[in-house]
């Protein structure tokens, strides 16, 4: 049996670290097809089962054997359930009447719910926009004049402030989760969505997301139309004499606009990738001139080029 006596089996603030610790470090050791997290969320309650049951073998057997059913959810917020578990486990084995059956099923009926909401804040909001934020930090440039790649440099800040970032808002994230789980147990997850707060919280970013996304694309995002009309005796410059006479950068709108509705007709993501993938490789084609010969030129030999003379940059 227990050394601890029954109905005096508290978890510690050291016990909820380390599984809080164990969760974050380790949700996705040993992930398969089988169980999914199953193992993860198993490793992260060991600290607990012992509290709970480290002198009684065949209780620490069964409640390990408890947490070894199939178990997946979003690491971050769906840490609620490893708090709102842990309150279970306890009242459990202070005698409380809860059954393997009723922690499983909160389990299984909060890892969908809080996997979808995680998702569209993380990896839908946040992530993009973290990388979006160290992409245009890092800022690449080419010094190049020689037609290799010894000329390219970049800002070093962007790939390390992406990695601390990322960083605090997991870690942050998953350690208020799994806290607030603990301490508020299921009332937590029922008030938050009755409040309709996620809702409110994953509009706000989508919309901080899209302005900077649109910002970026503006940025990062060329085309050139580098072949000419002839019109009469005079040869118009389709891009320079025409469009960006319009406006500058309508290509790169245009083209997000028409990627944005034709993905909302249904276009799979990969699908739309390969043709824009086989138009670049057809665009880049040198059929209307001379190829280019250094990684400087802007040859406007193919309809997708950088429009400009061909030439030696060494000559220059």
Request: net charge positive; with cysteine.
């Amino acid at each position: 049996m227990s050394n601890t006596p029954a109905g005096d089996r508290s978890i510690t603030r050291s016990d909820l670290l380390k599984s809080w610790f164990l969760w974050t470090m380790f949700s996705h050791s040993n992930y398969n097809y089988e169980r999914l997290q199953a193992t993860g969320f198993a490793h992260s309650m060991v600290p607990i089962i012992k509290r709970l049951y480290g002198g009684d073998k065949e209780a620490t057997r069964a409640a390990l054997k408890r947490h070894l059913v199939f178990f997946n959810t979003e690491p971050e917020i769906g840490a609620v359930i490893h708090g709102i578990t842990i309150a279970m486990e306890e009242e459990k084995a202070n005698g409380a009447p809860i059954t393997d059956t009723a922690i499983n099923s909160t389990k299984s009926g909060l890892m969908g719910p809080l996997a979808g909401v995680g998702d569209t804040l993380t990896q839908g909001i946040v992530l993009p926009l973290l990388l979006a934020l160290g992409i245009s930090i890092t800022g690449l440039s080419t010094t190049n004049t020689t037609g290799d790649l010894t000329g390219i440099k970049g800002n070093v800040l962007g790939p390390i402030l992406f990695l601390v970032l990322i960083a605090i808002y997991s870690l942050s994230l998953t350690y208020f989760s799994f806290m607030q789980g603990y301490v508020q147990g299921r009332k937590l997850v029922t008030s938050v969505f009755k409040s309709g707060l996620i809702d409110r919280v994953i509009v706000g970013a989508g919309v901080l997301g899209n302005l900077v996304l649109g910002g970026l694309a503006a940025k990062f995002i060329t085309i050139y139309l580098a072949f000419d009309v002839q019109i009469g005796a005079q040869k118009v410059r389709a891009q320079q004499d025409f469009l960006d006479k319009i406006m500058p950068g309508i290509l790169p709108l245009a083209f997000v606009l028409f990627t944005w509705w034709i993905l909302k007709r249904g276009l799979h993501p990969i699908k739309l990738l390969v043709i824009y993938l086989v138009i670049c490789i057809l665009g880049a084609v040198p059929f209307m001139g001379p190829a280019p010969q250094w990684i400087t030129d802007q040859c406007g030999s193919s309809i997708l080029q950088p429009y400009g003379p061909c030439a030696d940059p060494v000559a220059k």
